[in-house]
C-alpha cells in the first residue's frame, strides 16, 4: 500500500491486489487481504460503482453525502479508481493495474471478462505471474455453470435453510453467509497460490462458489448424509447431535448451555437435579433421542432462578454457558473490544467512525491503522500517476 492507503503494515504488505468485485463475496476476500497489508485498488463502474454502494437505508450522512452501512461493511483498507472496462481507456486502465498487480478479484458471470478481452489466457499474457481469484455463484462449469447466483438463494439451493431455524420453517441465516464464506474461502486459496508461486514462478487461477462455499460448511450434517444416509433435519436452536446443548428458558431470560462430554454431563445434571445415570439420559445418544423430554426438565430446573444465577453456577462447574446478546450489547462489550475487534477510521464525508475490525491478530504486530472504505472514485488521480510512473 502505498501513502495514498494507510499503513503498510501486514504479512502481504508490498502486494497488489485488483478487486474487480461488487456485492459482498469478492469485496469481502479484498478487504480480508487489504486488512492484512495488501494494496487493494477497487475498479469501479463510472457513475454508480459497486451495487452496494446503494444498499440501504440504513444509509449514513445526509443530503447528498449519505454512504450505505452495507458497502461501509466490507470495503475498508481499499481505493477507488473508476474506469469503463468496454472503452479503450478503461481497458488501457485495467491493463496497466494487471501489470504491476499480484492478485486480480472479480465475481463476474462466466465469460464476462472474455468478452471484455480479459479471459485468463490474456490476463497470464499481460502477467504471468498473476493470481485470478474467481467467485461464482455455482461454479463456472457443470451443468449449471454460469448461472446468477445471490446469497439466499444460494444458502437455499445448498442445504442451508433445511437445517436452520425451527423444524418446517426454512431459514436464511442472519447474515449473507454465503457471500462471507465464499469471499472468506477465497481469500485461504490466494494466500495458497502466493505461496505456490514463490517456487513456480507462475500465478493460478482460484475458483470458489456461493454453492461450494456453504456445501464445504456443511460438516457433520453433510456427513449424517452421505455416511450415515440420513437426510438432516432442523432442530431450531438445539444441537443435532449433542444434547443439551442450545437455548434455555430461565425464570427472566434465556441462556445457552453446551454440555459436550460426560464428564461435563454428571456436573451439570446436579445442577438441575437429575441424577447422572438416569436411563432416560445416561448417554449422549438417549439424550438426544429424548431432546424433548430433556429440555422440559432442564427448564422446569432454569424457571426457579435467574440466568444470572444458572450462568455463575455454571460457570463455577466449567460448563460452557452463555447470554444471547443483541448487535448493539456485542460492540459494547468489553471482550470484543479488547479483541481488536472495533476499529476508527476516518472517511473524507462522515468524519470519525467505527467499523467491525478484522477477525485476525497476529503476536508482537502493532495494531496497524485502517483506511475508511473510500469514495467512488477517490482515489483516480493518485492510482494513475502511479501507474503512469513506470
Known amino acids: 500500500m502505498d501513502e495514498t492507503s494507510g499503513s503498510s503494515d501486514g504479512p502481504l504488505a508490498g502486494y497488489v491486489v485488483v478487486d474487480l468485485s461488487r456485492a459482498l463475496a469478492g469485496p469481502h476476500a479484498g478487504m480480508m487481504l487489504g486488512d492484512l497489508g495488501a494494496r487493494v485498488i477497487k475498479v469501479e463502474a463510472p457513475g454508480h460503482g459497486d451495487d452496494s454502494r446503494g444498499w440501504g437505508p ?14 461501509l461493511s466490507c470495503n475498508r483498507n481499499k481505493e477507488s479508481v473508476t474506469a469503463d472496462l468496454k472503452t479503450p481507456e478503461g481497458r488501457d486502465v485495467l491493463t496497466k493495474l494487471v501489470r504491476r498487480a499480484d492478485v486480480l478479484v472479480e465475481n463476474f458471470r462466466t465469460g464476462v471478462l472474455e468478452r471484455l478481452g480479459f479471459g485468463v489466457d490474456e490476463l497470464h499474457e499481460i502477467n504471468p505471474g498473476l493470481v485470478v481469484l474467481s467467485i461464482t455463484g455455482f461454479g463456472h462449469d457443470g ?19 433445511s437445517i436452520t431455524g425451527e423444524p418446517g420453517e426454512p431459514t436464511k441465516v442472519g447474515v449473507p453467509i454465503a457471500d462471507l464464506l465464499a469471499g472468506m474461502y477465497g481469500a485461504s486459496g ?10 513456480t514462478g507462475r500465478g493460478r487461477v482460484v475458483r470458489t462458489s456461493l454453492l461450494a462455499s456453504v456445501v464445504g460448511v456443511h460438516a457433520f450434517q453433510g456427513t449424517k448424509w452421505t455416511v450415515a444416509g440420513e437426510v438432516p433435519e432442523a432442530t431450531g436452536n438445539h444441537h443435532a447431535s449433542i444434547a443439551p446443548y442450545g437455548l ?17 454431563w454428571a456436573a451439570f445434571a446436579r445442577i438441575i437435579g437429575v441424577a447422572a445415570d438416569d436411563p432416560r439420559f445416561a448417554t449422549n445418544a438417549d439424550r438426544v433421542s429424548r431432546r424433548e423430554e430433556l429440555i422440559e426438565e432442564i427448564e422446569r430446573a432454569f424457571a426457579a432462578g435467574t440466568r444470572d444465577h444458572w450462568l455463575e453456577m455454571l460457570e463455577r462447574a466449567g460448563i460452557a454457558s452463555g447470554k444471547v446478546r443483541s448487535i448493539d450489547e456485542v460492540y459494547e462489550w468489553e471482550q470484543t473490544r479488547s479483541q481488536g475487534l472495533l476499529v476508527d477510521v476516518e472517511h473524507p464525508v462522515l468524519g470519525r ?11 508482537d504486530a502493532q495494531p496497524r491503522a485502517h483506511v475508511a472504505p473510500p469514495l467512488l472514485g477517490e482515489h483516480n488521480e493518485s492510482v494513475r500517476a502511479w501507474l503512469d510512473d513506470e
Open 58 to 71: 440504513p444509509f449514513a450522512g445526509t443530503g447528498d453525502q449519505t454512504v450505505s452501512t452495507y458497502y
Open 248 to 264: 434455555f428458558r430461565a425464570a427472566d431470560g434465556a441462556l445457552q448451555v453446551a454440555v459436550g462430554s460426560e464428564t461435563q
Open 190 to 199: 490466494v494466500l495458497a497460490a502466493l505461496l505456490e508461486r514463490e517456487r
Open 353 to 363: 467512525m467505527q467499523l467491525p475490525g478484522p477477525p485476525l491478530r497476529f503476536d
Open 143 to 161: 451443468p449449471e455453470g454460469g448461472r446468477a447466483g445471490y446469497d439466499q438463494i444460494a444458502q437455499g439451493e445448498a442445504g442451508l435453510m
